[in-house]
T-cell receptor
Framework: GQQVMQIPQYQHVQEGEDFTTYCNSS?????IQWYKQRPGGHPVFLIQ?????EVKKQKRLTFQFGEAKKNSSLHITATQTTDVGTYFC??????????FGGGTRVLVKP | DGGITQSPKYLFRKEGQNVTLSCEQN?????MYWYRQDPGQGLRLIYY???????QKGDIAEGYSVSREKKESFPLTVTSAQKNPTAFYLC??????????????FGDGTRLSIL
C-alpha cells in the first residue's frame, strides 16, 4: 500500500531560527495536504498543493511540492513559540482516503 | 458555527466492556472518518463512510464497529475484542466522496483509557 514518511520525527529549534521538514511518498500523488496539531489538540488543515513544483506561502511557512509529485517540504522561518506542535503531511489513497505521515514534532527553545 | 462535535472528551472502559464514541457534524459533509492516534504517532484510519448506510474498513478495523444511519452522525463502538483500546480517537469529515483531494475537518477527539 501507499506509504508516506516524514523526517525528522522530532525537530528541536531555537526561537528565531529556520528549519525544514520533509515528506516523502512511495507513490506519485495527485495532491499533498499539510496539517498542524497543537499539543493536546486536533489536526487542523493548513494547505493543499496540487501542481508539480508548486510553492505556497503562509506568512512564515513555505510549502513546496516536488517536481515528481512524490515529496513535499515545509520550511518555517524565524520560528516562534506559536509554531510548537506536530506537522503532518497527507496524500490521497484510493481516491477517497488520506494516508498520513508519522508527523514532525516541533519543539521551540526560547 | 459549523463543525464536528465528539463526545465524550474522556472515556474509561472496563475489561470486557463495549463503549461508543459519538461524532456529529453539521457541515453537511458526505464523507466521515474515524482515526486512532497513539502517543507520539500519526493517524491510522479505522473506518470511513462516504454515504449514509454505507461504510468501509480502514487499516485497523479489527475490534471496532461503526454505523451511519444519518448523514450527520458516525458513531464508533470500541468492542471488547479490541485488546489495546487506549488511544486518542479522532473523527473527521470532508465534503464529498472525492475526499482524497479535499481537506478533512477534525473534531476535538476522545481520549479512551482502560480502567
Amino acid at each position: 500500500g501507499q506509504q508516506v514518511m516524514q523526517i525528522p520525527q522530532y525537530q528541536h529549534v531555537q526561537e528565531g531560527e529556520d528549519f525544514t521538514t520533509y515528506c516523502n511518498s512511495s507513490t506519485t500523488l495527485s495532491n499533498i495536504q499539510w496539517y498542524k496539531q497543537r499539543p493536546g489538540g486536533h489536526p487542523v488543515f493548513l494547505i493543499q498543493l496540487v501542481k508539480s513544483g508548486e510553492v505556497k506561502k503562509q506568512k512564515r511557512l513555505t510549502f513546496q511540492f516536488g517536481e515528481a509529485k512524490k515529496n513535499s517540504s515545509l520550511h518555517i522561518t524565524a520560528t516562534q513559540t506559536t509554531d510548537v506542535g506536530t506537522y503532518f503531511c497527507a496524500g490521497p489513497w484510493a481516491g477517497n482516503k488520506l494516508t498520513f505521515g508519522g508527523g514532525t514534532r516541533v519543539l521551540v527553545k526560547p | 458555527d459549523g463543525g464536528i462535535t465528539q463526545s465524550p472528551k474522556y472515556l474509561f472502559r472496563k475489561e470486557g466492556q463495549n463503549v461508543t464514541l459519538s461524532c456529529e457534524q453539521n457541515l453537511n459533509h458526505d464523507a466521515m472518518y474515524w482515526y486512532r492516534q497513539d502517543p507520539g504517532q500519526g493517524l491510522r484510519l479505522i473506518y470511513y463512510s462516504q454515504i449514509v448506510n454505507d461504510f468501509q474498513k480502514g487499516d485497523i478495523a479489527e475490534g471496532y464497529s461503526v454505523s451511519r444511519e444519518k448523514k450527520e452522525s458516525f458513531p464508533l463502538t470500541v468492542t471488547s475484542a479490541q485488546k489495546n483500546p487506549t488511544a486518542f480517537y479522532l473523527c473527521a469529515s470532508s465534503p464529498n466522496t472525492n475526499s482524497g483531494n479535499q481537506p478533512q475537518h477534525f473534531g476535538d477527539g476522545t481520549r479512551l483509557s482502560i480502567l
